[in-house]
């Protein structure tokens, strides 16, 4: 068996590059005569890696000075429920744009907590498109403002950056951060889970605008409060180190790639392969609105549902992995993260034209 | 270099066959065509691992029928407050133990959200023993008994359930799970944060009886309530991949020692070993009553604390490594989990030998 091509969603394909250090050090790291699983938190060795990930990431994405970096758990949907908990009273309005089911599920989590208001909401296009800023209806009085940037099952995503005015922007970013240019200072908070572009399950990086952490309400428990964690460099208890020793690796990998602006190319070019393909076969169709399209992830259908067993069957004999769609949208979806290269959406393209061939 | 013999408290050591075996497999795992990491969590070959890991931990505490096993993040920490979340009213008491700077913190954090009293308190021993049972000032209305079984700062350990009639008895087993033979069926909820006896940081192991799961309050965010997370098999969101596979390996590993009994004879012999050279070195000292020292954490302190560095230094240069004592304690602390061979143990006793000779 060799390695295929692997189009998961999630948790999905790492670099090999780093799977590979990884695991030629997997039973000593370093000079510490253990795994880097085996370690303290709070020795050096250890605080080492950790301050140089926070810092290789605060290089990849010019994040301010007045932001914190975290390194926390429990995965986005923890964070739904927990930001909040941490930026807003009960009885305050929180705005929520709908733009998938991420950001339904995000809004959800949140109405024990807040008094939550739908802005905005794509549903009615069964979520093809991103609803227009100038149709959104903000509450000025809200808490914060929350989008998802990328939509990792419908495949839709904001190209640009919403104007909140005063109202504090926050954004789950787990399926498109260091996928291109990010502009942190749009944003007072961004989170993202880390199975996607960042390493692998169980890791949540935060990145949150010092002024909103006197925010956090003091009769939290102290692990639910995010100033805590900021105050602690994100040791208020053991953190996930094998999560982070691994997200590590990879923001080194994605900086000798060139840094976001490289992978923004490779990425775009990827996704201008993939679509341009789909739109022009004649065959395989996707639902999203040009303008809104996502970079990450590419849901398609075929011609016929019943076609749809084998072409997974194929695929996957072909070395194309995980291509089976979400089951709110059917067909299949394509996730070509930071990690897959373009030879493999090439592999993809051809594989598709071929049993389009066979089967028309 | 080499691997040396890892007394670290947590993160601590894992099994070397576990190592070997994950680092084989790190790019491809199974007929995956991926590593373990990069692959769904709701596909068929995860969930069948998964099934595995906790069908191997049931075999192994012949957890009753009755009882949910699930796989969290967090820490022990996050669940210090998720407890009484889920188990407690605001308003109702709820009986903690104090046996160490653990159930110390576990108490602390409940506070914002129970009615916290301390049933019991070895504070006032500098928590050398474990306070009698017949002392303990329980409230029979109280929603939980709270105990630390074993606390890994002060190395004290129970070595008796204690009975506490109709209140359910929760215990945080962090540092002892799989070290010995558990009657999971005197506990209405165990928990145990990975990273001593079952595998990397970032996951926690909770076993809970079925009956208390229908205490979770509704109008929890989902994602707290426990009553969710076992509704779904631990998947309510993507659980730590990476975690559970590593889990699932040391749970076989265990099973291929003989399982906790077996583990129990190796890890009373190696305490025996440790505790029997202190305490005859008239050199070493250990602080602890001997019926409550733990088996796993075994502090001790020199004659004098200007000689500390001189032992670390010299002791982890002959590959003894993470001796050094908690800040609270002083001098060193050996833990000596599950993965720690006897001839670890036999290694650091010649070590210290040598030592007092040549610095008495």
């Given at each position: 068996?060799?390695r295929?091509y692997?189009?998961s969603?999630g948790?999905?394909?790492?670099?090999?590059?780093?799977?590979?250090q990884?695991q030629?050090?997997?039973?000593?790291?370093?000079?510490?005569r253990a795994?880097?699983?085996?370690?303290?938190?709070?020795?050096?060795?250890?605080?080492?890696?950790?301050?140089q990930?926070?810092?290789?990431l605060?290089?990849?994405?010019a994040?301010?000075?007045?932001y914190?970096?975290?390194?926390?758990?429990?995965?986005?949907?923890?964070?739904?429920?927990?930001?909040p908990?941490?930026?807003?009273?009960?009885d305050q309005a929180?705005?929520?744009?709908?733009?998938g089911?991420?950001?339904?599920k995000?809004a959800?989590?949140?109405?024990?907590?807040a008094?939550?208001?739908?802005?905005?909401?794509a549903?009615d296009?069964?979520y093809?498109?991103?609803?227009?800023?100038?149709a959104w209806d903000?509450d000025?009085?809200a808490?914060?403002?929350?989008v998802?940037?990328?939509?990792?099952?419908?495949?839709v995503?904001?190209?640009e950056?919403?104007?909140?005015?005063a109202v504090?922007?926050f954004?789950?970013?787990s399926?498109?951060?260091?996928?291109?240019p990010?502009?942190?200072?749009?944003?007072?908070?961004?989170?993202?889970g880390?199975?996607?572009?960042?390493?692998?399950?169980?890791l949540?990086?935060?990145?949150?605008?010092?002024?909103?952490?006197?925010?956090c309400?003091?009769?939290?428990p102290?692990?639910?409060?995010?100033?805590?964690?900021?105050?602690?460099?994100?040791m208020?208890?053991?953190?996930n180190?094998?999560?982070w020793y691994?997200a590590?690796?990879?923001?080194?990998?994605v900086k000798a790639?060139?840094g976001?602006?490289a992978?923004?190319?490779?990425?775009?070019?990827?996704?201008?392969l993939?679509?341009?393909?789909?739109?022009?076969?004649?065959?395989y169709?996707?639902?999203?609105?040009?303008?809104?399209?996502?970079?990450m992830?590419?849901?398609?259908?075929?011609?016929r549902?019943?076609?749809?067993a084998?072409?997974l069957?194929?695929?996957e004999?072909a070395?194309?992995?995980?291509?089976k769609?979400?089951r709110?949208?059917?067909?299949?979806?394509?996730?070509?993260y930071n990690?897959?290269?373009?030879?493999?959406?090439?592999?993809?393209v051809?594989?598709?034209?071929?049993f389009?061939a066979?089967?028309?």
């Open positions: 068996m060799s295929g692997n189009f969603a948790p999905a394909a790492l670099p090999e590059d780093v799977l590979r990884a030629a050090e997997l039973l000593e790291w370093g000079s510490a795994s880097v699983m085996e370690i303290s938190h709070r020795g050096k060795d250890f605080i080492a890696l950790a301050e990930a926070e810092q290789d605060r290089d990849l994405l994040v301010p000075a007045n914190k970096v975290l390194f926390l758990q429990g995965g986005a949907t923890q964070h739904f429920a927990q930001i908990m941490n930026f807003a009273r009960r929180v705005d929520y744009v709908l733009t089911d991420w950001s339904e995000a959800k989590e949140a109405k024990p907590l008094r939550v208001r739908i802005a905005a909401s549903a296009s069964n093809a498109r991103i609803p227009a800023r100038a903000l000025p009085t808490a914060y403002v929350h998802t940037p990328n939509e990792t099952i419908r495949g995503e904001f190209h950056v919403p104007d909140t005015g504090p922007l954004g789950d970013v399926s498109t951060i260091l996928s291109r990010l502009d942190v200072s749009k944003y007072a908070l961004l989170y993202a880390a199975q996607k572009n960042i390493g692998p399950s169980g949540v990086v935060m990145i949150v605008r010092d002024d909103l952490l006197e925010r309400p003091r009769d939290l102290k692990i639910f409060n995010y100033a805590e964690h900021a105050a602690q460099g994100s208020l208890n053991t953190p180190t094998w999560g691994l590590g690796l990879v923001f080194k990998w790639q060139g976001v602006v992978m923004a190319e490779h990425n775009r070019a990827k996704a201008q993939l679509y341009g393909y789909i739109d022009g076969s004649g065959y169709r996707n639902p999203v609105e040009k303008s809104a399209r996502s970079w992830n590419v849901p398609f259908t075929l011609p549902e019943d076609l749809d084998k072409f069957e194929e695929s004999a070395g194309l992995l995980a291509l769609g979400h709110a949208v059917g067909g299949m979806r394509a996730s070509i990690a897959m290269p373009l030879e493999g959406v090439q592999a993809l051809d594989f598709m034209k071929d389009a066979r089967n028309g």
